[in-house]
């Protein structure tokens, strides 16, 4: 329960910068920090966000989501799939994996083919901490895109007596 409790205040502590979601760079070569990531394997694409370009001292972590561009009707839809964090071995350095089955969830309703549009379909998304460091390396599927959101912290504030 206190375990409850305390991811509840935390989630609440955090709130969304009223800032347009940005798209993560794809970089198939880069300089010498990214050199210590591995390579995307067969059939993904590497993407890289520069941790030291989100300027606000206040962003601590970012949410990260994968999307797929595809054609869909008029149920809001969602394609399954997370991020598993991954290390580097002998490095320290993590990187995200997406892992998903391409299935393709929505709410039940008809409203005929006619109706049928592309939109972004985004798999689950995760927060992720920043180290101004080292860039954010995330692994998707080739034919899927990732965009971030910065977040920042609300300070509580402890009145004083008196």
């Known amino acids: 329960m206190i375990r409850v409790a305390c991811a509840l205040s935390l989630i609440a502590m955090v709130l969304l910068l009223p800032a347009k979601a940005a798209y993560a760079d794809e ?14 394997k067969e059939g993904y694409i590497r993407y890289i966000i520069n941790s030291q370009k989100i300027i606000e001292k206040d962003v601590q972590k970012i949410e990260v989501w994968a999307f797929k561009n595809i054609e869909v009707n008029c149920r809001k839809n969602k394609i399954g799939g997370q991020f598993n964090p991954n ?6 350095l993590m990187y995200w994996e997406l892992d998903t ?19 972004d379909v985004r798999a689950k998304k995760d927060v992720i901490h920043l180290n101004r460091t080292v860039p954010v390396v995330v692994m ?23």
């Open 101 to 119: 089955n391409n299935k393709l969830y929505g709410e039940q309703g008809e409203c005929g083919d006619a109706w049928k549009r592309r939109v």
């Open 140 to 162: 998707v599927p080739e034919g899927w895109g990732v965009k971030y959101r910065a977040l920042r912290e609300e300070r509580e504030e402890q009145a004083s007596e008196g």
């Open 87 to 92: 290390l580097v071995p002998g490095r320290g």
């Open 27 to 40: 970089v198939k070569q880069g300089d010498d920090i990214l050199r210590q990531y591995p390579e995307a």
